[in-house]
């Protein structure tokens, strides 16, 4: 029933912008927590940034000041502003959206496994 589909990735030189979006059907971002993680042949999936429904975000250390997560509420959709983009950042990025809420006061969770729901994947190059 819930379906994430991902879009916006491509390739860009290092310094450029993109913004991919991730639409959701069948989901309410409601209490819950979405989220964006990249991946790379060979290595293990990684949090780049993370929002609860009430705003609060967490962000990886390698993104912190250059990428934005939101979330539109009219669109169902999710959002991941990536400026100043550099090499390293080329992956496969993935959407994804929590089955249960965030009660705590702590930040949301960057680990993949806190996350039920995935997209299909968009991927992102960027070339120096």
């Known amino acids: 029933q819930v379906q994430l589909v991902e879009s916006g990735g491509g390739s860009v030189q290092a310094g450029g912008s993109l913004r991919l979006s991730c639409a959701t059907s069948g989901y309410t971002f409601r209490y819950t927590y979405m989220g964006w993680f990249r991946q790379v042949p060979g290595a293990e999936r990684e949090g780049v940034a993370t929002i609860i429904s009430d705003g609060r975000t967490r962000y990886a250390d390698f993104v912190k000041g250059r990428f934005t997560v939101t979330h539109d509420n009219a669109k169902n959709t999710l959002y991941l502003q990536m400026d100043s983009l550099k090499p390293e950042d080329t992956a496969m990025y993935y959407c994804?959206?929590?089955?249960?809420?965030?009660?705590?006061?702590?930040?949301?969770?960057?680990?993949?496994?806190?996350?039920?729901?995935w997209g299909q994947g968009t991927q992102v190059t960027v070339s120096s």
């Open positions: 994804a959206a929590a089955s249960q809420g965030w009660w705590w006061s702590q930040p949301p969770p960057l680990g993949p496994a806190d996350f039920f729901y």
